[in-house]
């Protein structure tokens, strides 16, 4: 009270009345602070690990699991309901020495060629006509893409008959401007040539779409500033749009690479009526081919173990090479 008098005298406001006592929460104990401190740092370390724990289950189950068992009968003798018998490398230098390994390699490396190259420069060209501003762009870009949603066992057949040597489409087509019939099924280059055929038919409008996808994110202001320096369309395609998405094209070099190395379906049932042996003199035998007939016709399956595991060593040594050359074109890209 006195305060407030000589406050008033003074002619300053008096002060504030302190605050009242604020209810003050029990401390937790210490027993349940450090139960919800690890419950807590549990959930933030284990929660990522739950997540993708899936993936690495199902890896393992379907994938680590038959790796290595298959590298095991690989170093073994493995016949169709018999018992394993150790053979240490025999079953890879018996691939060495064997005519049928090195036939089978060769198909898969020149049918790989025939039909990855064709294919990509079409996707290429593909790609680079649906970048403009066309009408029914997006027609034309799910059209490309049809191919690929076709069964490989729907096209196939559909080509086997067009190849036919007897009443194919086109034998026929060739017999109008004046060529002999071509016996597609039983001849090594006319039998590679129809199966590239068929592998890029399919695949075309894939990469076609995943060229297309680059070539957007290529900034617009370079072909602009090319216009204006009167570059023709053709110049700006090779200087600009090719060294924009050199990344994307050394990815699709590598995963059809893969898929040549890995091809199975089209020449299996390209030679359907001759087996699966990949044609009567083994004119088209992929190396897929071959370790299908080692495992399930012949029964080998140590043979065809060994035969998958150096199809991985090419993958590996495929991948190896990939990322060389990505280490290559970065230090260009730097310098």
């Given at each position: 009270m006195?305060?407030?008098?000589?406050?008033?005298?003074?002619?300053?406001?008096?002060?504030?009345?302190?605050?009242?006592?604020?209810?003050?929460?029990?401390?937790?104990?210490?027993?349940?602070?450090?139960?919800?401190?690890?419950?807590?740092?549990?959930?933030?370390?284990?929660?990522?690990?739950?997540?993708?724990?899936?993936?690495?289950?199902?890896?393992?189950?379907f994938?680590?699991?038959?790796?290595?068992?298959?590298?095991?009968?690989?170093?073994?003798?493995?016949?169709?309901?018999?018992?394993a018998?150790?053979?240490?490398?025999?079953?890879y230098?018996?691939?060495?020495?064997?005519?049928?390994?090195?036939?089978?390699?060769?198909?898969t490396?020149?049918?790989?060629?025939?039909?990855?190259?064709p294919?990509?420069?079409?996707?290429?060209?593909?790609?680079?006509?649906?970048?403009y501003?066309?009408?029914?762009r997006?027609?034309?870009?799910?059209?490309?893409?049809?191919?690929?949603?076709?069964?490989?066992?729907?096209?196939?057949?559909?080509?086997?008959?067009?190849?036919?040597?007897d009443?194919?489409?086109?034998n026929?087509?060739?017999g109008?401007?004046?060529?002999?019939?071509?016996?597609?099924?039983?001849?090594r280059?006319?039998?590679?040539?129809?199966?590239s055929?068929?592998?890029?038919?399919?695949?075309?409008?894939?990469?076609?779409?995943?060229?297309?996808?680059?070539?957007?994110?290529?900034?617009?202001?370079?072909?602009?500033?090319?216009?204006?320096?009167?570059?023709?369309?053709?110049?700006?395609?090779?200087?600009?749009?090719?060294?924009?998405?050199?990344?994307?094209?050394?990815?699709?070099?590598?995963?059809?690479?893969?898929?040549?190395?890995?091809?199975?379906?089209?020449?299996?049932?390209?030679?359907?009526?001759?087996?699966?042996?990949?044609g009567?003199g083994?004119?088209?035998?992929?190396?897929?081919l071959?370790?299908?007939?080692?495992?399930?016709?012949?029964?080998?399956?140590?043979?065809?173990?060994?035969?998958?595991?150096?199809?991985?060593?090419?993958?590996l040594?495929?991948?190896g090479?990939?990322?060389?050359?990505?280490?290559?074109?970065?230090?260009?890209?730097?310098?």
């Open positions: 006195a305060t407030s008098v000589r406050a008033a005298a003074d002619g300053t406001p008096p002060p504030a009345p302190p605050p009242p006592p604020a209810s003050r929460k029990p401390t937790p104990t210490p027993a349940r602070t450090g139960w919800r401190s690890r419950l807590y740092r549990w959930d933030l370390k284990a929660t990522p690990y739950a997540f993708v724990a899936p993936f690495f289950l199902c890896f393992a189950a994938g680590l699991f038959p790796l290595i068992y298959t590298g095991w009968l690989s170093l073994h003798r493995v016949e169709l309901g018999g018992e018998e150790w053979r240490g490398f025999d079953n230098t018996g691939l060495w020495d064997s005519d049928f390994f090195w036939n089978a390699l060769a198909n490396f020149t049918i790989g060629v025939i039909s990855t190259v294919q990509l420069l079409m996707a290429l060209g593909l790609a680079h006509l649906l970048n501003k066309l009408r029914g997006g027609f034309f870009r799910v059209a490309v893409l049809a191919p690929y949603a076709t069964s490989i066992a729907a096209a196939t057949l559909v080509f086997a008959q067009l190849f036919n040597s009443y194919g489409l086109i026929t087509v060739l109008w401007v004046g060529f002999e019939p071509v016996s597609w099924e039983s001849s280059w006319p039998a590679q040539i129809a199966i055929v068929i592998v890029t038919w399919r695949w075309t409008g894939y990469n076609a779409l995943i060229y297309l996808a680059a070539m957007q994110a290529v900034p617009q202001d370079l072909y602009e500033a090319a216009s204006l320096d009167g570059a023709s369309r053709w110049r700006q395609f090779i200087s600009i749009t090719i060294p924009s998405i050199r990344p994307t094209i050394l990815f699709t070099i590598v995963v059809s690479t893969i898929g040549a190395t890995q091809l199975f379906g089209e020449p299996m049932l390209f030679g359907g009526s001759l087996g699966v042996s990949g009567s083994n004119q088209f035998q992929t190396l897929s071959l370790m299908y007939e080692k495992g399930w016709v012949t029964g080998a399956l140590g043979q065809a173990s060994a035969i998958a595991w150096v199809m991985l060593l090419l993958l040594l495929i991948g090479l990939r990322l060389v050359a990505g280490r290559v074109n970065r230090r260009k890209s730097g310098a």
